[in-house]
């Protein structure tokens, strides 16, 4: 990322394990009483945050955390060179700070809180790390300059569509689906890395749609049950990726319901 700004404390090392319990062990039923049962490891990956202070400082850190969908979905919807609409013009993504307002979807001016940021890395290029896939999405491939010109988007990233299908599944006209699930081959394609690249993600103030290239795509939000869904030490590892917020709450309510690959085809064609 290019910040030039005051760093906080940054992790020592670029890789790592950390101990998980093993869901099967071979020599788990041989263990002496009283000895902890044998943790399997689990691969980790450096992860660059930036994020607006309490103060208003812009604060930059690297940590290392799991390299599980759950983190990595927070790091990679953009490919470096994505161009946002800001109120002070246009700004490409790795050039983005903390505090700079960018203009959404929902019609607003919203502050940028955190940016985050991971590598991808080519097939077989790390040992551990399952290969990420891009999508490039054509011109005009959602409509009329949408998006214009083509647009490359990270493995996680959501679009936001409006149909009015959706409101029997989402009590609303709008909906987050991953831009994954359009890839047709022809005007939306799969692209894989042939090189490490980086990748980006943003959190706003308040959870919208940014304008990336004239498409409407999702800001970060880890979803409603983010929560539940991790065990507390899990939670703890995912939440000090985000200083400027306290607990999951603090994300606020999303703009609009996530939508999974099977339920947007459902809704959209039977």
Do not use: C
Request: no cysteine; aromatic share 8%; glycine share 8%.
């Amino acid at each position: 990322m290019s910040y030039s700004y005051r760093s906080a404390a940054v992790s020592a090392g670029s890789t790592g394990h950390l101990p998980v319990p093993s869901k099967s062990s071979p020599a788990a039923a041989y263990q002496r009483p009283g000895l902890r049962p044998q943790r399997a490891p689990v691969r980790t990956r450096r992860y660059e945050i930036a994020w607006l202070s309490a103060t208003g400082d812009i604060e930059t850190a690297t940590r290392v955390a799991p390299a599980i969908g759950q983190f990595e979905e927070a790091f990679s919807a953009f490919a470096r060179g994505t161009v946002l609409l800001t109120e002070d013009g246009p700004v490409a993504v790795e050039d983005l700070a903390p505090g700079t307002r960018v203009q959404t979807a929902e019609g607003r001016m919203e502050r940028v809180m955190w940016v985050g940021s991971m590598t991808i890395f080519p097939p077989h290029a790390v040992s551990g790390i399952e290969p990420a896939l891009m999508t490039r999405v054509t011109a005009d491939a959602f409509g009329l300059g949408r998006p214009n010109p083509d647009l490359v988007l990270g493995p996680r990233a959501r679009i936001l569509l409006r149909d009015e299908r959706f409101q029997s599944a989402t009590g609303m006209n709008s909906a987050y689906a991953p831009a994954a699930a359009f890839i047709d081959g022809v005007s939306i394609v799969e692209v894989t890395p042939i090189a490490p690249i980086p990748v980006y993600h943003l959190v706003l103030e308040r959870h919208g749609s940014v304008r990336a290239a004239g498409l409407e795509v999702e800001s970060y939000h880890p979803g409603n049950a983010a929560g539940e869904a991790m065990d507390s030490q899990l939670a703890s590892l995912f939440l000090a990726l985000f200083p400027h917020v306290k607990g999951f709450a603090d994300f606020g309510p999303v703009a609009h319901r996530h939508l999974s690959t099977s339920e947007m085809e459902r809704v959209l064609y039977g």
